[in-house]
């Protein structure tokens, strides 16, 4: 289990001047602001979730995943993973948690893959089946052998996340940190990756805290969100619960005879105030904001005026709501089941 209480962490940070003048001003002053990257954030994580850490560039992710995983020390408040504090026991948390973390590497860039595996087998101290079992399950969902014996520096950036997503799942961590784990794959990789990750999870009972702006890599990976805006968490809960606060349905529909796509686009944006209307050919798609018209309403008023031959309400896209979200939580709003 993850559990973080009133984490803070800042920065300090030199105020700089423009132009050559304000660069010597700002060697000579020295001045600092503070950054409040991480904003006295608290959550809890259970042992064995799926939980999919977002937020905009610059909320506070990246930081709040270096205090967890050791590398940065909180500026005040608490972290514990699996009951330790990261900062405190830096080689045990290691033991238990495995990492991918954007240009940190855990392989040593002048060997090759499978001599860095040799020595991360002796650090973490592999029992053999387990070394064997999880170098099977690489070959077959990454194909791990075929980076044969080249050093790990002459890699493409794929083959280098492969061997990276390889050596966090090495030693069976309890506790998985991946930040944007399949950034360099090609899409049937990307696909290998999170059928792994669903597998030591599933058979494992691994947690897996994954920092992403892949759309793909969150909905396939993970059930449940935590969103950061601005160093403070404004949702936790389900990404089924999320997708359900959207501010914005759509209908699209298809239709035979009567009055041209054109008319009826005219016609709806009229009579439904606030709704948007695109056309594609004979395809006609209403977006409409839910605080003013239900879906039903909006079919109810088409099935009266147009003969349907096709009609559809597609699901509230993550994307689309995560953007409202930051939206409104860049007024600081209340979030429907948001933690702030
Ligand atoms: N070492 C540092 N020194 C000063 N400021 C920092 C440092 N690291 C991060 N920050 C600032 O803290 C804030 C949060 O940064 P962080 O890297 O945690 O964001 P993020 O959510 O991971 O963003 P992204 O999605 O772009 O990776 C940003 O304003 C960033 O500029």
Same mark, same amino acid.
């Given at each position: 289990?993850?559990?973080?209480?009133?984490?803070?962490?800042? &920065? +300090?940070?030199?105020? +700089?001047? =423009?132009?050559?003048?304000?660069?010597?001003?700002?060697?000579?002053?020295?001045?600092?602001?503070?950054?409040? *990257?991480?904003?006295?954030?608290?959550?809890? /994580?259970?042992?064995?979730?799926?939980? @999919?850490? %977002?937020?905009?560039?610059?909320?506070?992710?990246?930081?709040?995943?270096?205090?967890?995983?050791?590398?940065?020390?909180?500026?005040?408040?608490?972290?514990?993973?699996?009951?330790?504090?990261?900062? !405190?026991?830096?080689?045990?948390? *290691?033991?238990? /948690?495995?990492?991918?973390?954007?240009?940190?590497?855990?392989?040593?860039?002048?060997?090759?893959?499978?001599?860095?595996?040799?020595?991360? +087998?002796?650090?973490?101290?592999?029992?053999? *089946?387990?070394?064997?079992?999880?170098?099977?399950? &690489?070959?077959?969902?990454?194909?791990? $052998?075929?980076?044969?014996?080249?050093?790990?520096?002459?890699?493409?950036?794929?083959?280098?996340?492969?061997?990276?997503?390889?050596?966090?799942?090495?030693?069976?961590?309890?506790?998985?940190?991946?930040? =944007?784990?399949?950034?360099?794959?090609?899409?049937? %990789?990307?696909? @290998?990756?999170?059928?792994?990750?669903?597998?030591?999870?599933?058979?494992?009972?691994?947690?897996?805290?994954?920092?992403?702006? $892949? #759309? @793909?890599?969150?909905?396939?990976?993970?059930?449940?969100?935590?969103?950061?805006?601005?160093?403070?968490?404004?949702?936790?809960?389900?990404? $089924?619960? %999320? #997708?359900?606060?959207?501010?914005?349905?759509?209908?699209?529909?298809?239709?035979?005879?009567?009055?041209?796509?054109?008319?009826?686009?005219?016609?709806?944006?009229?009579? %439904?105030?606030?709704?948007?209307?695109?056309?594609?050919?004979?395809?006609?798609? /209403?977006?409409?904001?839910?605080?003013? &018209?239900?879906?039903? =309403?909006?079919?109810? &008023?088409?099935?009266? !005026?147009? $003969?349907?031959?096709?009609?559809?309400?597609?699901?509230?896209?993550?994307?689309?709501?995560?953007?409202?979200?930051?939206?409104?939580?860049?007024?600081?709003?209340?979030?429907?089941?948001?933690?702030?």
């Amino acid at each position: 289990m993850i559990a973080v209480e009133n984490l803070v962490k800042e &920065f +300090r940070v030199p105020e +700089r001047k =423009e132009g050559l003048a304000g660069s010597l001003r700002t060697l000579l002053t020295r001045r600092y602001h503070t950054v409040r *990257a991480v904003d006295g954030i608290s959550f809890e /994580i259970p042992a064995g979730s799926r939980t @999919a850490y %977002l937020g905009a560039n610059g909320a506070g992710k990246s930081t709040t995943v270096k205090m967890l995983t050791g590398v940065m020390t909180p500026t005040s408040g608490h972290c514990l993973v699996n009951g330790l504090e990261p900062h !405190r026991n830096r080689r045990r948390t *290691a033991r238990r /948690i495995g990492v991918v973390f954007g240009q940190r590497s855990q392989l040593w860039w002048d060997l090759s893959v499978p001599d860095s595996f040799r020595i991360l +087998r002796r650090v973490y101290d592999i029992p053999d *089946a387990v070394y064997q079992r999880n170098l099977r399950l &690489f070959q077959e969902l990454l194909d791990i $052998d075929a980076l044969g014996t080249t050093a790990v520096r002459q890699l493409s950036l794929g083959q280098r996340m492969r061997a990276e997503i390889a050596a966090s799942l090495l030693h069976d961590p309890e506790v998985l940190f991946w930040d =944007e784990p399949t950034i360099g794959l090609d899409m049937v %990789l990307q696909e @290998a990756v999170r059928e792994l990750v669903n597998r030591v999870n599933r058979e494992l009972g691994t947690t897996v805290l994954l920092t992403s702006h $892949d #759309l @793909a890599d969150i909905t396939s990976i993970c059930d449940t969100a935590l969103v950061v805006d601005h160093g403070r968490v404004v949702y936790q809960g389900r990404i $089924d619960q %999320l #997708l359900s606060t959207a501010g914005q349905r759509s209908v699209i529909f298809e239709y035979r005879g009567g009055p041209s796509p054109e008319a009826v686009a005219a016609k709806v944006e009229h009579t %439904l105030p606030g709704t948007r209307v695109s056309l594609d050919g004979q395809r006609v798609r /209403i977006d409409h904001p839910v605080g003013l &018209f239900s879906s039903r =309403e909006v079919l109810s &008023f088409l099935l009266e !005026r147009v $003969d349907l031959t096709d009609c559809y309400v597609p699901e509230p896209d993550l994307g689309t709501v995560l953007k409202e979200l930051y939206t409104r939580s860049g007024k600081r709003d209340h979030v429907p089941g948001g933690a702030a």
